[in-house]
Nanobody
Framework: QVQLVESGGGLVQPGGSLRLSCAASGSIFSINAVGWYRQAPGKQRELVAQITRGGELNYADSVKGRFTISRDYAKNMVYLQMNSLKPEDTANYYC??????????????WGQGTLVTVSS
């Protein structure tokens, strides 16, 4: 069983910053990819940022230059630093991890979501 728990969401003014955290627990053989999705009301969930196996970084065009994904291996944490926030960034943000529990079995783990609201 793999669990992800997000934190760090809240209300912030346009131009402000937030840092989202994702704590991972459970038995993990390997991590294939880890990242963040977001979903606004009435819209599809979209990929915001991810790190693939091998360290490749991918960002949505809308957040390039403003958001940074990072990992703390010692603490089993994943972070999303969000700078220069815009109202259109308002959404529930979800941590995800594509993990292998053993060499033959993999799954996608999801956090419960944390709400980010960008408004004056």
């Amino acid at each position: 069983q793999v669990q992800l728990v997000e934190s760090g969401g809240g209300l912030v003014q346009p131009g402000g910053s937030l840092r989202l955290s994702c704590a991972a627990s459970g038995s993990i053989f390997s991590i294939n990819a880890v990242g963040w999705y977001r979903q606004a009301p009435g819209k599809q969930r979209e990929l915001v940022a991810q790190i693939t196996r091998g360290g490749e970084l991918n960002y949505a065009d809308s957040v390039k230059g403003r958001f940074t994904i990072s990992r703390d291996y010692a603490k089993n944490m994943v972070y999303l630093q969000m700078n220069s926030l815009k109202p259109e960034d308002t959404a529930n943000y979800y941590c995800y991890a594509d993990v292998s529990l053993n060499p033959l079995y993999s799954l996608d783990a999801w956090g419960q979501g944390t709400l980010v609201t960008v408004s004056s």
